[in-house]
């Protein structure tokens, strides 16, 4: 199926460098009717939290939990579909509205096309920034458990608007025209190299 989503791309630029998974949240919130800002969702709904070094060893959150530093600094690092998933549904809380955001990480792309895109609402994926492959970045023990986090350096976020046989269309708010065409065959890989992590919306 050939579908296309018409929505204002809002770009990262200097504001927020770490911020794709945000400006993405931000992108689809607009596009579903809100008047929100990207700062006021980083501000008032996202969980941060900082990698610290203790006892000699790197500990941190876990990235589906807390946010990996802040989207303001260009030194840290970003999150994944849990965080978004719960700043995402606190907005919806605050703001009165029956939306629910779900991770649909794990899903197949047929899956997740049937389940976001075909219904008219764009998912939030997870790809690699250049779609080449990614590149471990670092690695650190989550606070209070015995379980790893890793991060990618070319770890990115981009709101799919299009899709059909052979290509999909996203907004990349990292890239300069704010628009990007790939194979869909590439970007499919990507997403499953990452672990086939993404984001959608469903009226409750």
């Excluded at 978004?84 to 809380?93: D, G, L, P």
């Excluded at 250049?130 to 670092?138: F, G, I």
Aim: net charge neutral; proline share 6%.
């Amino acid at each position: 199926m050939d579908n296309k989503i018409e929505i204002r791309p809002i770009l990262q630029e200097d504001s927020w460098p770490k911020g794709s998974a945000c400006v993405c949240a931000v992108m689809l919130l607009q596009y579903m009717g809100l008047q929100i800002s990207v700062d006021e969702f980083i501000d008032n709904f996202l969980p941060q939290h900082k990698i610290r070094y203790r006892e000699g060893f790197l500990t941190g959150p876990d990235p589906d939990v807390q946010f990996v530093g802040s989207p303001y600094d260009a030194k840290s690092f970003g999150c994944y579909p849990g965080v978004i998933v719960r700043a995402m549904n606190e907005c919806f809380r605050q703001k009165g509205l029956t939306w629910r955001a779900e991770d649909a990480t794990g899903l197949s792309t047929r899956e997740l096309l049937a389940a976001s895109l075909d219904r008219g609402m764009p998912p939030i994926y997870w790809v690699t920034g250049d779609m080449k492959p990614p590149v471990l970045e670092l690695s650190w023990q989550i606070r209070g458990t015995d379980r790893r986090a890793s991060w990618y350096r070319n770890c990115s976020c981009m709101l799919m608007t299009g899709c059909d046989s052979d290509t999909m269309t996203f907004l990349d708010p990292a890239g300069e025209a704010g628009t990007l065409k790939v194979s869909r065959m590439l970007a499919v890989k990507r997403h499953a190299e990452l672990g086939k992590r993404s984001v959608i919306v469903r009226k409750e």
